[in-house]
């Protein structure tokens, strides 16, 4: 019987432990999208304890502890940080099957060389090792990502965000980390609550120094906006959303709804489904103009407990997975950008484990002239566990090239998250294996060896054009 978290963790065959620790555990991490806090990094925080590098802003743990019963005072509340560890270390030996239970152990492994099982009769004396370690220079959050081997960290950043802390960081020439940021402009079609969105498009505009009255001034500022963060090292887009419309829109059309949601009536459903394409799509086009990348993240249904969003607020663990479609909006938003010759490299996630095959099989319809120009992101949110990475791996090999994915991401605020990348680097090199050992793949270290080399490091290295 082996022992938890030995060497050869998740690796079952001779060919699968070579391919992991000759070929991909040294690989360095290009992380090209997290939520990591820029100002974190730029000023190279220095974390009093493990619950602020740990827990602070983890909805995984926070769904966890509450399905252990534990009170949400400990989770979002009032709490004091060893009281809300405690909490945390009462819920790891019920996460048995679950994510969690891997990731907290290799974290405290990786991090601070810890072996004990957390638990309440060892939190008191892993909550005072971690402290100590967490005191020391080498422990800040640069010194966290540099023990990782984290070349280049992208954040997530709104089109409004002066990147102040990204420029702190720039000017600094920091030796452990590269930092670049994200555009990210959900807000700027987000009609959820008419209110934030005019208070939005307002601030919109003053980041530029003008005023937004209409359709056309909103592209005006957005690809200012775009332009700004292209000059401040960004190379990627994200958008977030439940699908993708690709609804056939005017300038005309958008700028109706637009002044109608400014004078502020709710547009209905079809205006707001127009809205979101017209955004998306006219971004779109100016990633592809840029040369970016353009990340989709689609199918979380959002804070679906509403008595929890009005007491906690989002983004606090109350989301799930959505059964949308995705087929028809997302071929015509991809179609209609190609049609031009305006489709930029493309990386698609989706959330519903049911829809792997169809992304899988919907970026084989738009490639050409940059190899895996669309992409099959990684397993997301929900499947960033062990199946979900061997469904996603097995569709996209199945569907498209594995040979050409770009592997792996945190998706992450937790400077503690990266040993997610040697979960996912294992997970994939047991995949591997056991098509070598089945006779499925030949045992060629000639093509075995590069493949697992570009999924973990030079795919995205080759990829994105990060300066």
Known sequence: MKSFLDDDFLLSTSTARRLYHEVAAKQPIIDYHNHLPPADIAENRQFANLFEAWLEGDHYKWRAMRTAGIEERYCTGDASPKEKFDAWAA?????LGNPLYHWTHLELRRYFGITDLLSPDTVDNI????????AKPEY??????KMMNVELVCTTDDPADDLAQHQTHRAQRSPEVIMLPAFRPDKAHNFADLKAWNSYIEHLGDSTGSSITCWDDLVEVLMF??????????????HGVEFVPGTDWSPEQADTVMKKALMGEMPDNDEIL??????????????AAAGWVMQIHLGALRSVNPGKLIEIGPDTGFDVIGDFPQASGLARHLGNLDRDDMLPKTILYNLNPGDNDLIGSMIGAFQGDIPGKVQFGSGWWFNDQKD???RQLTSLANQGLLSKFVGMLTDSRSFLSFPRHEYFRRILCELVGGWVENGEIPNDPELLDPMIEGICYTNARDYFSFE
Do not use: Q
Request: aromatic residues 8%; charged residues 25%.
């Open 91 to 95: 819920t790891v030996p019920l996460t």
């Open 127 to 134: 909550w005072k090792k971690a402290n100590a370690k967490l």
């Open 140 to 145: 800040s959050a640069r010194g966290l990502l």
């Open 225 to 238: 906006r775009h332009a700004y963060f292209h000059e401040n090292g960004c190379r990627v887009s994200d």
């Open 274 to 287: 127009l809205f979101r394409s017209a955004v998306m799509e006219s971004c779109g086009r100016m990633d």
């Open 388 to 390: 979900g990475i061997i």
